[in-house]
């Protein structure tokens, strides 16, 4: 069953390169399917849910997203053919974005 009320996911494969918050390297993965509220990244080094990424989309280049990762799935290299290990991202809305911006500061002393 579909949990995801409105978002359609669409086959696509593009390559993409993605960053933890903090790394200066970029990590490649492709997409499998993209949706109006996230995509797959197929990736042998899938982060663990609630990671935050940037992600850019390399076709169209520079293209940038902000996702958090929603799940995560690791296969064995042997199972491989049979499924891909890879991380479900899901965009982050422009309030999430802000969150840590908006965020009350302590007063300076």
Known sequence: ME???VSNRRPRRTRVQ??????????IGFTSNVSNSGL???TNNPLPRG??????????PGLFV???VAHAIKVAAGLQR???????LR???????????????APPS
């Open 3 to 5: 949990r995801r009320a």
């Open 18 to 27: 993605f960053w933890k918050r903090g790394e200066t390297e970029p990590t």
């Open 40 to 42: 797959f990244v197929v």
């Open 51 to 60: 990671a935050r990424l940037r992600v850019e989309v390399t076709d169209p």
């Open 66 to 68: 902000e996702c958090v």
């Open 82 to 88: 049979v499924r891909q290990s890879g991380m479900g």
């Open 91 to 105: 965009f982050l809305r422009g309030d999430e974005l802000l969150a840590d911006l908006l965020a009350p500061t």
